[in-house]
């Protein structure tokens, strides 16, 4: 007995009877094609996605930053909660003031989308009013000019940090936009700086391109020109180190509570919450991904048992011949259990380049698609490795069948 003779044979045959039978053989690899060409893309846009989560939880102070937001006052303090003035610019002077664990400092002021026109040319992006902490807290990149000053904020001066989208919608001919003027809500604000495309800076994706339609004024010009009070809507903290977070939180809150006059309308939020959704998220994608691509091959499996034993009962007087000739159950058992194995094989192989496919057309059609991965390799790897078991043990049972067969009875069928 020769195991590994015997094996070659069994894929020899198993190849020739996939070429004869190309049609069928086709159609009995298409459950493992799709399965394994699924999986395989699923799996590079989910980790494309994962990736711009990751780079803009970096790029936002990762787990060093804190929000502070507000929020209604406990039902204990609803009769009183009108003391209170809110969250105000007051709070960050006195955050900047109280707290030397805080590193960087910065209001926000949310205007969200506004229109911004430049002779006579308008284009939608998001604006923000926020403190000169704000670049340092997000490391931003500016490719010209400066960002806000506190100058800036001390005169509520009208000027602007704009970002790729606006100044390649308007100044598109000119390198450095610095200088020019954009008028938005029929006030005008002179470009000061002007911030470097986002995807230059993330590994070559442009993993963050929502950064890329933010633009900045200062707090105070935001709050003087659009809110009309000192109201601000976000406070964003950064800690100098990981072991300051449990003394900065506590001394924010008590900060926040006595400029609050003791109403607690205000919340404090940590970036550990989001790194462990995000992780949750993650393990929710790879299970649900695991789950779909186990049942997408498992059908392919199926369908490549159901094949296989259509074979066998084509083939029962051809087992027959064999057998009275002088092959053994184990010759026949090998060379059906090598045809499923070589039909399951040559699936994964063309759904691996289906997989390929399916991605670029996915970074084609999907928003911010620069980011899915060209090729998983892991993601390839099991997929082929798992349909080839699949192959392995969907073929066992007809091969089983095959060389259980008596020689006599399968002679004389008909």
């Not at 490391?139 to 960002?147: C, H, W």
């Not at 309308?265 to 995000?278: A, S």
């Not at 078991?389 to 969907?394: A, D």
């Amino acid at each position: 007995m020769n195991p590994i003779g015997d094996i070659i044979n069994g894929t020899t045959n198993g190849l020739a009877e996939v070429w004869t039978n190309k049609v069928r053989s086709l159609l009995s690899m298409s459950g493992i094609i799709l399965g394994v060409a699924a999986l395989v893309a699923m799996v590079g846009i989910v980790q494309g996605m994962l990736t711009n989560m990751r780079a803009s939880f970096e790029m936002s102070g990762g787990i060093l930053r804190l929000e502070v937001v507000p929020r209604d006052a406990p039902e204990s303090q609803r009769h009183i909660a009108g003391i209170s003035p809110g969250m105000t610019w007051r709070d960050i002077g006195a955050i900047q003031k109280a707290i030397p664990l805080a590193a960087f400092v910065t209001a926000e002021v949310d205007m969200r989308w506004e229109s911004f026109i430049v002779g006579g040319r308008r284009e939608f992006a998001f604006l923000r009013g926020v403190s000169p902490d704000f670049i340092d807290i997000y490391q931003r990149e500016l490719e010209y000019g400066r960002f806000i000053s506190d100058t800036d904020i001390a005169n509520k001066s009208p000027v602007i940090v704009i970002s790729s989208r606006v100044r390649d919608a308007f100044f598109r001919d000119e390198v450095n936009a610095v200088g020019q003027q954009i008028r938005i809500r029929n006030q005008i604000y002179t470009v000061i700086g002007q911030f470097a495309h986002m995807e230059a800076m993330v590994g070559g994706r442009n993993s963050l391109r929502w950064q890329n339609r933010m633009n900045y004024i200062p707090a105070t010009t935001a709050m003087a020109r659009y809110k009309g009070g000192d109201e601000v809507d976000k406070i964003e903290i950064m800690a100098r180190r990981v072991d300051d977070l449990p003394d900065l939180i506590e001394q924010v809150s008590n900060t926040l509570t006595q400029t609050h006059r003791g109403i607690q309308d205000f919340e404090i939020r940590t970036q550990e919450e989001q790194l462990q959704e995000m992780r949750k998220l993650e393990n929710s994608f790879t299970y649900s991904l695991g789950g779909i691509a186990a049942i997408s091959l498992l059908v392919g499996g199926i369908g490549i048992m159901n094949v296989m034993l259509a074979s066998v009962s084509e083939r029962i007087r051809e087992i027959g011949v064999r057998k009275a000739i002088g092959a053994r159950s184990y010759d026949i058992f090998i060379q059906f259990l090598s045809e499923a194995v070589v039909i399951s094989v040559l699936g994964g192989l063309i759904g691996l380049v289906a997989s390929v496919g399916l991605l670029s057309l996915a970074r084609d059609f999907i928003p911010d698609g620069e980011s899915i991965q060209t090729v998983p390799v892991n993601a390839m790897f099991y997929g082929f490795a798992f349909s080839t078991t699949i192959g392995l043990l969907s073929g066992i049972y007809p091969a089983l069948r095959a060389a259980r067969l008596d020689p006599i009875d399968a002679l004389r069928y008909e």
